[in-house]
């Protein structure tokens, strides 16, 4: 089964500097997705950027990007001039692609996510 | 365009009372729903999720149950809540690529 795993409970940021959220995952599958999501005090969960495990350029989204490291399997978000918004937990979280033409019995497994705290 | 319908938002109950939470997606047919409970310091796990009528798979053994009445409904359910039951419950509908969340239904079992 995969695993997903995020190593910081908690982290700061001073508004406009740049934040790294760390992610590491185990798996035995070299076709997948992985995902970032964010999820503000509302609970609302929000897709922040998406990354196809095939694809050897790093996602972007606006001020957001990965760092995507396939073989140590490694899948970092950087949040570049951090806003008083981007304040949240997130998630990062696996898909197999295996299932990806029938739908997902798989659904995503999530790690256990980063609250991101940024200081005005 | 699909959306996805959870209810209700907050619920409060006593340990032993029974729990009924819906979740409905719309713009769809035939969607892969899954229930994720959400518990403080420990991200969101699995419960149960369904690629179809009737079909349920659970990926936790607890005091929950789920039930997939009808193509686009998809309900959880308890007949004794626990103290540990209490959490946040999250249904999202998964296609791909594509992930669709409700809004979720915090539950707090006194």
């Known amino acids: 089964a995969q695993t997903v795993t995020q190593s910081q409970p908690e982290m700061s940021v001073q508004e406009a500097e740049t934040v790294t959220l760390s992610c590491t995952y185990d798996?035995?599958?070299?076709?997948?997705?992985l995902f970032w999501y964010k999820q503000p005090p509302s609970r609302q969960m929000i897709l922040v950027i998406r990354q196809e495990a095939y694809k050897q350029q790093n996602a972007t989204e606006n001020r957001f990007s990965v760092n995507f490291q396939k073989a140590a399997k490694s899948f970092s978000l950087k949040i570049s001039d951090s806003q008083l918004g981007d304040a949240a937990m997130y998630f990062c979280?696996?898909?197999?692609?295996?299932?990806?033409?029938?739908?997902?019995?798989?659904?995503?497994?999530f790690g256990k996510g980063t609250h991101l705290i940024i200081q005005p | 365009s699909q959306t996805i319908h959870q209810w209700p938002a907050t619920l409060v109950q006593p340990v032993g009372s029974p729990l009924s939470l819906e979740c409905t997606v719309e713009?769809?047919?035939?969607?892969?729903l899954y229930w994720y409970r959400q518990a403080a310091g420990r991200g969101l796990q699995l419960l149960f999720y369904s690629v179809g009528i009737g079909q349920i798979s659970s990926e936790v053994p607890q005091n929950l149950s789920a039930s997939r009445p009808q193509d686009r409904q998809f309900i959880l359910s308890s007949k004794k809540l626990l103290l540990s039951d209490s959490g946040f419950y999250l249904c999202?509908?998964?296609?791909?690529?594509?992930?669709?969340f409700g809004q979720g239904t915090r539950l707090t079992v006194v």
């Open positions: 798996t035995s599958e070299s076709d997948y997705y």
């Open positions: 979280a696996y898909r197999t692609r295996l299932m990806y033409s029938g739908g997902g019995a798989d659904g995503l497994t």
């Open positions: 999202a509908w998964i296609w791909s690529t594509e992930a669709f």
């Open positions: 713009g769809t047919s035939n969607p892969n």
